[in-house]
């Protein structure tokens, strides 16, 4: 089962062949307006399908403010508290530069090759 939704300027996809194999992709900007959006659909999501793991993929994620960033520290809390495993597989190096900058170094957040956080700098 493949579901799409667009709220402005965030686009997210989720692909799920069971509680077995669910995976979200992220493309656009995580920001205050949309914030909320995103963490009610992850829960959601993991709320319908059970899933030991789910694969949060943030490579097309290209902005994320402060809010987005308390986003992502929410979901992964609430993933765990419902026994699943948020699992971010790939970050965009924008995404990760506002996160080391906030001083925050979460577990769950791939660093992205240094190549391409210069290039992003």
Wanted: proline residues 5%; negative net charge; charged residues 20%.
């Amino acid at each position: 089962m493949t579901v799409e939704n667009t709220p402005a300027s965030l686009h997210v996809r989720t692909t799920s062949a069971g509680a077995a194999a669910v995976s979200i992709s992220v493309a656009g900007e995580l920001d205050v307006g949309n914030r909320a959006w995103l963490h009610s659909w992850i829960v959601d999501t993991i709320d319908r399908w059970r899933p030991a793991g789910l694969n949060l993929d943030l490579g097309g994620l290209h902005f994320i403010d402060v809010a987005g960033v308390r986003a992502l520290f929410e979901m992964h809390a609430d993933a765990r508290a419902r026994g699943c495993l948020l699992d971010v597989v790939a970050a965009h190096p924008a995404v990760w530069m506002t996160v080391d900058r906030l001083g925050l170094a979460p577990e769950f957040l791939p660093r992205p090759a240094e190549a391409d956080i210069r290039r992003c700098a």
